[in-house]
């Protein structure tokens, strides 16, 4: 029975070992081959939690490392995984050395390839416009989910100046971010996961001709698209007109420059809160061959703070492009109007408060002059008393010395 034990143990040690060795194994047994017409590829590795980043080995031999690899390598990584775009790699086998996942392992993406819309060449400032930009791989969309939502694409606008490649870093314009494009589903965008960048954008830049590129912000994926494009002053005003009687509604007038705007493509919405938080929506089109519309808000007189924003569809005359503007939320306030009688006496009485307080304080202030004077009057006078007194003295002291001193002149003087 001990012999059995004993050979049980041994057994259990060596299926122990050979597990290990399996495991170990396969950890290093990442191995892929890139094809020879493969121009750029990009590795997403899935690590165990909290490990190294893996170390990359190429057909020949030579490694490249998360914090050492050449320029054409750029490398993101994040605790459980590595994201390695390369570019024109070499042909072969490759290896990724490390705790790699056994579940996810290596995943490939070749012939990536970013696309867009294309900007119109004229846009104006305010104006709100949906833009979507689309990632294939082997020119199929790609939809690698951890990959997705890593790519982190922006929209970003910069000043246009001729010859800007000869300009010194310092002097050449800085880029502003505009937008940020998301493949989630919600806002503008209309499926997630499925490889299509949405993003609205906000054209606030000033009006004036822009390098317009998309571009990824996480470093990986460096593919960038760029355009210029013509930045026009709005071509919508819109103003609000606040009654100031109850009862008669507030108004909105809308109006499109002539030229820039179709006739009669007017259509808006206005959102008013009032000071208890109730909401009132009123919408309405323009006339047909009309470049002005009048919305109406109604109003009951109540105190308090009001707000209201909105939205103008139109469409551009020369393009026929649908626009949109959003109206930002401005507010104001209906205040208690005073009578101007009463507001009258009010002044008056105030001005009557005031010129008592002012005659009070000239009273005080003279008082206080005043007994300052007494004080030093006063004073005065009790030094000119102890002067008095003083010289008294002096002179009382004087006589009553001269006095003692008479009788022994008399004695000394010589009899005749």
Known sequence: ????????????????????????????????????TITQITFVIYREQGSQPVVLVRPDGRKYYATKNPDSVR?????TMDIISIDNPMPGPWQAIGKVSPKNNVKLISHLQLTSDTFPTRIYQGEEMKFTARLTSDGKPLLLKDFL????????????????????????????????????G?????????????????????????????TSGNGVFLRALEQEVLVYP????????????????????ISGEQGMIEPGSLAAHIRHQSPDNKEFLVEGVAESESLKMTLTVPYDGDLGNYAWEGGVYATDLASKRPLYF???????????????EQARLMQEEEAEQRRKIAQEEMLQKIREERRTQYIIYIGIGNVIVI??????????????????????????????
């Open 234 to 253: 709005s071509p919508l005003t819109s103003s609000f007109i606040q009654s100031r009687i109850a009862n008669e509604p507030h108004q909105v007038v």
């Open 149 to 184: 939502e890593r790519v982190n694409l922006k929209v970003t606008f910069r000043k246009y100046i001729e010859d800007e490649e000869n300009l010194v870093k310092e002097a050449r314009p800085v880029p502003t971010v505009i937008g940020e494009f998301a493949d989630d």
């Open 387 to 416: 002067i008095l007194a003083l010289i008294g003295w002096f002179f009382m002291r004087k006589f009553k010395a001269r006095k003692e001193m008479l009788p022994e002149m008399q004695l000394n003087m010589p009899k005749k």
């Open 186 to 214: 919600r806002d503008l965008d209309e499926k997630p996961g499925d490889g299509v960048f949405t993003v609205k954008l906000n054209i606030t830049p000033e009006p004036g001709k822009y390098r317009v590129r998309i």
């Open 326 to 340: 959003p109206i930002k939320e401005s507010t104001y306030s209906v205040v208690q109007e005073l009578d101007l």
């Open 75 to 79: 490398w993101y990584q994040e605790p």
């Open 1 to 36: 029975m001990l012999r059995i034990g004993i050979a049980l143990l041994g057994l259990l040690l060596s299926l122990n070992t050979f597990a290990s060795r399996e495991s170990s194994l396969s950890l290093l047994d990442n191995r892929f081959r890139v094809d020879p």
